[in-house]
């Protein structure tokens, strides 16, 4: 929350990061054939309790025994970042961002220390790390640090001696000597930014689904996971609402070509390869289809069309810390316009009672929104290139009677607004018409490190 | 229990520690006559969920707003200690002693941190030292670490900018840079470290007892709380199983002269000062009436009178981590001896187990043991220069008719082992035949700081 605006915002500079390698998909390089270096990171959920802990050693130790040199990154047991941060705002209504830092970062600390005991019941030499012991120096910024510098000596040495790193996530350590924390996402910053800086062969995000799919499957029972998608596609995915990564995550991973997985910790398969674009052998139109439930609109219409108009709409919404998605205007004959925008559905009420006063001082006509839609988009590379995606959503839409509410398009994206009951209708016609069920020809799986 | 051999063994040479200097009772020195340095700590039960927290927070704030500056520790959160400790038991049936460290500092961390916090809610500058950001020096005695030196210069700073510091106890870091825990009584540890090396005025140890007793209330109404003890009668006090402080803090407030306070966190009052013998005005010959219950004792009997039995006898138990607490051997016209000593009720069928092929290769005449006996002590520094303690307690017993099993004595006290049938009955003649109901004369409150 505290740090939302950043986290979408640019990655710090990272100091001491190797420089880019070509990272070939399915091979590895550097470490002979059969050996690589790679970094695991589990999450709340694939830590939730002992026999979980249990598990995800195991799967650490079948790294371990083909031959692979690993650094585990862990989140803190699921429940628990939530209760510690419960403690917290129980005992101050605006706790001290430093101390709930520290507060929280036990969480991590807690199960960074199970899962190296759980590597060692297995006969495998293992520590862990916490952020101070790395170090892993990040800003000041609390509850939302970045990370500037990681020094990979002491791991690298741990690695090299046969001692396992089990690495506190989501924790960084200030200047001043406190404790950070890298705010939503940070485990999965944590692992990336660690991959980078050791130059890793692939960073592994261990997780509760199995890799990224072409449509959600609870909805198009056709849906395929992807055996790769490009950074880009990702990206888009996650911004969409896809709780795979955290954008920061694939945009860390992207901007310093970190070959990143997606995997299920406790069920067997590839994933999805999370890849530089130039590497795919052909690129589909369409990778995938997202969607976004809880949405809401809001138009304010009969607005005068004079410049500064859309910043008085927009501004006060952003400094309430409202985030704003789709934003889209038209203007009509009688020089006045219509200014419409997304926001979440649980932020519908408070816009819509901030923009009042804004409405009155603009002279606007109307004040109008609905907090039932959903949007729903389709992602791919290849619409770069390729005419008429739109046009195909469209036709696709028209041909289930779907009124398009909003339409929003970006390089790599088309996205439109709808009646959020035809939200599953929309995303079964969608991942038909793009032909998104059957396999594309050029696709190919490549080789998990596993 | 892992290092119940050292906690009783000596403490390390402390670097750093200021020279003990004539602190008076209820005067403070140094620091003007109504500011003084103190150092407060906070066990378990006092911090035990926020409402107890926010508390705590208040008592500090009016030890802050009487002018004085202090410095806090705290214990983790009642019960979190086990929950992370069975966590840890749970991963793997020898957990690392490592990494158990690790686990179980994070307690001490999560209440540190609220801590800070609830000062903050009410308007007080405070922050949490964790031990590697202090540091907190330990050896690398994992689970039951020595404090070998801790940096002031940090805390100091905080503490005349104004910036109340708490502490996490039992804490510590190796040279390695690894966290360490100082084992049972830790917290109390930190506190009379830290104490002892900024030179505090007073440490103060806030806990659910209001004071230290002239014998336990539950079983003698007119025990009086007393206003002041000596470190010895306070070790020997702790040593016989009362909770009120563990030994090892009591010989480190003792060895550096720190004037040490019992008192309670929530009820207002002063406690028992624990001062250094020459400070009382007049010694009284006893000062309490202790007991331990759980007691068993063992004794193999007809054993040959000749060098080295003791240890085949003692060794076995003591290698086995059994503590044993009074040993008694009487020799008979025979030649052949009795050897009888007691042990922890819950340690009785183990070491009569243990003991049976020892028995058998000295060839004694038989192993036989109670595990229904209890221990009852009279303890007190005035002892030293009053003969007839013994003879008194002996005269007390006998008047109630109390068969005594065993005896044993030191410099200041006097332990009986009987049925603990009769264990309340023998605290409570002992608490009349020495007189201790009435306030002896010389006997003076000290001034709190509070």
């Known amino acids: 929350m505290v740090c939302a605006e950043q986290a979408v915002g640019l990655v710090a500079p990272l100091s001491g990061v190797a420089e880019p390698t070509s990272h070939q998909v399915g091979l590895v390089l550097g470490r002979g054939a059969d050996m690589a270096l790679i970094v695991q990171k589990y999450g709340g959920t694939s830590v939730g309790d002992v026999e979980r802990i249990q598990r995800v050693a195991r799967r650490v130790a079948t790294s371990l025994e083909s031959g692979h040199q690993v650094i585990v990154v862990v989140s803190a047991i699921g429940g628990e970042t939530d209760r510690l941060d419960a403690l917290g705002r129980q005992m101050a209504v605006h706790p001290d961002a430093q101390e709930m830092d520290a507060l929280l970062a036990a969480g991590e600390q807690i199960s960074s220390a199970l899962l190296a005991m759980g590597l060692m019941a297995l006969g495998h030499r293992a520590r862990s790390y916490l952020a101070h012991q790395i170090p892993m120096h990040t800003d000041a910024q609390h509850q ?130 999370i890849t530089m674009e130039n590497e795919l052998m052909e690129e589909p139109i369409v990778s995938g289809v997202a969607y976004a439930r809880n949405e809401a609109k809001i138009t304010m219409s009969g607005v005068p069309d004079v410049p500064g108009v859309a910043s008085k709409i927009i501004g006060p919404v952003g400094r309430a810390q409202i985030e704003v998605d789709m934003i889209v205007q038209n203007t009509a004959a009688d020089g006045l316009a219509d200014f419409t925008f997304t926001v979440g559905r649980k932020d519908y009420d408070a816009t819509l009672e901030l923009l009042k006063p804004v409405c009155d001082s603009l002279s606007a006509r109307a004040l109008s929104g609905d907090n039932r839609i959903a949007k729903v988009s389709v992602v791919g590379v290849g619409m770069r290139s390729h005419a008429g995606v739109a046009a195909r959503l469209f036709d696709a839409m028209a041909a289930e009677n779907i009124n398009i509410q909003m339409i929003s398009t970006s390089e790599i994206k088309v996205s439109v607004v709808v009646d959020e009951r035809y939200l599953e209708l929309a995303v079964r016609s969608l991942h038909s018409a793009f032909g998104l069920g059957e396999p594309s020809a050029g696709e190919r799986e490549g080789s998990p490190l596993a």
Chains 1, 2 share one sequence.
Do not use: W
């Open 144 to 273: 939302c640090a970045r990370i500037e510098k990681i020094e990979t000596a002491p791991l690298m040495a741990s690695v090299a001696a046969g001692v396992t790193p089990v690495v506190a996530g989501f924790q960084g350590l200030s200047e001043a000597g406190r404790i950070t924390t890298l705010g939503r996402g940070g485990s999965d910053t944590t692992a990336v930014a660690l991959a980078a800086t050791v130059a890793a062969d692939e960073c592994q995000i261990c997780t509760d689904v199995d890799g990224v799919y072409t449509a959600d499957p609870r909805i198009v029972r056709n849906a395929r996971r992807l055996a790769r998608i490009t950074f880009e596609e990702m990206l888009e995915l996650a911004s969409l609402g896809s709780k795979v990564l955290h954008p920061r995550s694939v945009e860390f991973a992207g901007k310093y070509n970190v070959p990143l997985r997606v995997l299920s910790t406790f069920k067997p398969g590839e994933g999805t390869l």
